[in-house]
Structures are given as C-alpha cells and as structure tokens.
C-alpha cells in the first residue's frame, strides 16, 4: 500500500499532524518554516499561519486558542491576535536543545520532549503540562524525543528516544500522568528508517513515520510490524488518523537537510501524503487547561 500525496505545500519540515475533531480540520507545524498549516478535508481548503517562533508541536485548547511548545517555550496562544502567554521556559541553561515532539493524554494533558540539535548529546528531556499549568519531567537523558501517543485506553504511553532505534512502552498513570518502568514494544534497529512521529489505532496499533525510511509502519500491540504504508519521499515524519470517519491516515514530510539532487528526484518532499489503510484512528483529547 503507499500513500498519495494530497497537498503540495514542500514545508521545509512538516511535523507534529493532529486533527481536531471540534472544527474537523487538519493542522500541523513546519518547524523550521515557522508556519502552522491547516487542511479541511471536507472542501479542500487550506491555510497557512506564520509563526514568531518555531513551533514543534502543538494541541487545540477545550476552552479555545491552542497550546504551543515554540522550540524554547511551553506558551498559550491565541492564533488570531498572536497573543502569547508564556508558562514554561525550556532547558534555558542548555542552548543546544528545543523542544520537538508531543502529544496530549487521553485526559487532555500534553506531553512533551526535547532534543540536542547542537550536539545529539542525550541531555534533554521529557516534560508533562497539566491542566492547571503546571510542568512535571517525567524523561531525562534524553537526545531526540518522538513517537510520543497514548493507548486507547490511555494508561500506556509510547515514546523513542530516536537515535536508540526503539519504540518504548511506559505504564502511564491516568489519574496522576505518572509514568512506570518502560518495555521495548518494538526494536527497530532492522528498519529503513528511524522511527519519527506516532499515532495509535482503534484496535491498538501503533503507527511510526520512519525518517529517512520512506515509510510508515504499523506495530501490533505483540510489538510486530504488521503492515507498511509506502511513502514515495525520504522523510517521512509524523502522522495521524483524521476525516469524518478517523479512516484516513495523514503523513507529514520534510525537505530538511536534503541534497538538490534529492529534492530534484523527489519534487514532492515536504508534502502531506495520505492513505485509507483500512483501520480507524482515536480522537485526540483537546488540551485541558
């Protein structure tokens, strides 16, 4: 099966793809283009937002306006006026790390974790935001975060740290968001690629863009990959089920660090790709605070 490419928009990084339920649209985040893009599906539609600051990842608010992990600060923001109201200062002793990828719990908390991009030193961590504000680190030592999604029934988180080439499987408290002692769910050191953004299923399983693997994958819940969606550029990055019926599996690409003679053979990098893998996706919960 390979997925199509539904939206020439060649971001320089495309990232961090979540569908909002409320508004039935799709939105994501060009890092390093500093844009949030949205999509509706419904009428073809999109737009793009220009952004003060890299934004890494990011999640609707359920009282409006969204929550923004920028590459150095945790913030509210209010996309119409720019309004800005910073909560957290990340790592500010470290000006090697930023932030990148998250996700919220199925209680409306939102996880999210640092990388190096300065060094790849394993220096960075994990933080959790709750619904009155407030930050927990839940990882450290950590060199690149991603992957981070909850289970159906949100009471286990998955996580890589990208470099060790592994998926992680945290026990994850959902009255408190504590998280236990992880278990490799999937060892992907035999993979194309290294496992980049994630999203799960209705029926449990795990799906991981593989940067610079030109695929996603599904892993099963007993840690196998079970099914590879095709994705005809090098840089697979992130991805989510959206649509009306959650059938659709969106895939966000990056243009980032590639060659001209990459680019040249592969026009379409940094597009957002699509495919109907014939499974349905969860609804994210919108941020609670």
Same mark, same amino acid.
């Given at each position: 099966?390979?997925?199509?490419?539904?939206?020439?928009?060649?971001?320089?990084?495309?990232?961090?793809?979540?569908?909002?339920?409320?508004?039935?649209?799709?939105?994501?985040?060009?890092?390093?283009?500093?844009?949030?893009?949205?999509?509706?599906?419904?009428?073809?539609?999109?737009?793009?937002?220009?952004?003060?600051?890299?934004?890494?990842?990011?999640?609707?608010?359920?009282?409006?306006?969204?929550?923004?992990?920028?590459?150095?600060?945790?913030?509210?923001?209010?996309?119409?006026?720019?309004?800005?109201?910073?909560?957290? !200062?990340? #790592?500010?002793?470290?000006?090697?790390?930023?932030?990148? *990828? +998250?996700?919220? /719990? =199925?209680?409306?908390?939102?996880? $999210?974790?640092?990388?190096?991009?300065?060094?790849?030193?394993?220096?960075?961590?994990?933080?959790?935001?709750?619904?009155?504000?407030?930050?927990?680190?839940?990882?450290?030592?950590?060199?690149?975060?991603?992957?981070?999604?909850?289970?159906?029934?949100?009471?286990?988180?998955?996580?890589?740290?990208?470099?060790?080439?592994?998926?992680?499987?945290?026990?994850?408290?959902?009255?408190?968001?504590?998280?236990?002692?992880?278990?490799?769910?999937?060892?992907?050191?035999?993979?194309?690629?290294?496992?980049?953004?994630?999203?799960?299923?209705?029926?449990?399983?795990?799906?991981?863009? !593989?940067? #610079?693997?030109?695929?996603?994958?599904?892993?099963?819940? *007993? +840690?196998?990959? /079970? =099914?590879?969606?095709?994705?005809? $550029?090098?840089?697979?990055?992130?991805?989510?089920?959206?649509?009306?019926?959650?059938?659709?599996?969106?895939?966000?690409?990056?243009?980032?660090?590639?060659?001209?003679?990459?680019?040249?053979?592969?026009?379409?990098?940094?597009?957002?790709?699509?495919?109907?893998?014939?499974?349905?996706?969860?609804?994210?919960?919108?941020?609670?605070?």
């Amino acid at each position: 099966m390979q997925a199509a490419l539904l939206l020439d928009c060649k971001n320089e990084h495309g990232e961090g793809v979540i569908w909002d339920a409320s508004s039935s649209l799709l939105w994501w985040t060009d890092i390093h283009g500093r844009k949030l893009w949205r999509y509706d599906p419904e009428t073809g539609k999109t737009a793009s937002y220009d952004m003060p600051r890299r934004v890494a990842c990011f999640a609707p608010r359920k009282g409006g306006g969204l929550i923004v992990a920028f590459d150095q600060t945790i913030a509210l923001f209010d996309l119409e006026t720019g309004a800005i109201d910073t909560i957290h !200062e990340f #790592e500010p002793g470290n000006a090697d790390t930023r932030l990148n *990828d +998250g996700r919220t /719990d =199925r209680q409306g908390r939102l996880v $999210v974790g640092g990388m190096n991009e300065g060094t790849g030193v394993a220096d960075s961590t994990v933080l959790r935001v709750d619904a009155d504000l407030s930050v927990t680190q839940l990882i450290e030592g950590v060199a690149c975060a991603n992957s981070t999604c909850f289970s159906v029934a949100g009471d286990t988180m998955y996580f890589a740290d990208t470099p060790e080439k592994t998926i992680r499987a945290y026990p994850y408290d959902v009255a408190t968001g504590e998280i236990g002692k992880s278990e490799i769910l999937c060892d992907m050191r035999d993979e194309p690629g290294l496992p980049d953004g994630s999203c799960v299923d209705a029926d449990g399983g795990v799906w991981n863009a !593989e940067w #610079e693997g030109r695929r996603v994958v599904r892993i099963a819940p *007993d +840690g196998e990959i /079970d =099914r590879v969606i095709e994705v005809p $550029v090098w840089k697979p990055t992130c991805c989510t089920f959206g649509g009306s019926s959650l059938d659709t599996l969106f895939i966000t690409t990056s243009r980032l660090a590639s060659s001209q003679e990459v680019l040249d053979a592969e026009p379409a990098s940094g597009g957002l790709f699509a495919v109907k893998p014939g499974v349905r996706g969860v609804k994210d919960a919108p941020f609670a605070g």
